[in-house]
């Protein structure tokens, strides 16, 4: 661990201290360790780098072909996917989380093709910077 001295203006730091509280980081370090990984992983997706991510779907098992569209979209980036979980929340719902590893260009190509699946009902790609 490094120490440095960083200056911020009253109302940044202001600013930075309602972000500490809001997701109860210990310290503002830690939340300035926090925003810095974020910018990274935002940065290595905008410029294409690999990341590791999750797609999580929420669908209505009741639609027809809906698991059928989705493991032969999966199929198509076999490369990119390291597993899948498929839990039944209830009667009608699953949730399925999908494990990707790549260049970001290609799983978002693949989290977009998943999402526009007829009868998702909610979706969302969470990436990160592999190290």
Partial sequence: MKRFGVSLEEELLC?????????????????IR?????YITEDNWANN???????VLVY???RTDVQKQLTAIQHDYHDLV????????DHD???ETITLKGRADRIRTLS??????????HGELVMSVIR
Avoid: M, T
């Fill in 15 to 31: 600013k930075l201290d309602e972000l500490v509280e809001h997701h109860s980081f210990p310290n503002r370090s830690q939340a």
């Fill in 34 to 38: 926090f925003l810095i990984r974020r």
């Fill in 49 to 55: 780098q690999p990341v590791s991510g999750c797609l």
């Fill in 60 to 62: 209505d098992h009741h």
């Fill in 82 to 89: 390291l597993c899948s979980q498929h839990v039944h929340l």
């Fill in 93 to 95: 719902n699953c949730i």
């Fill in 112 to 121: 977009d093709r998943l999402l526009a699946v007829k009868g998702i009902i």
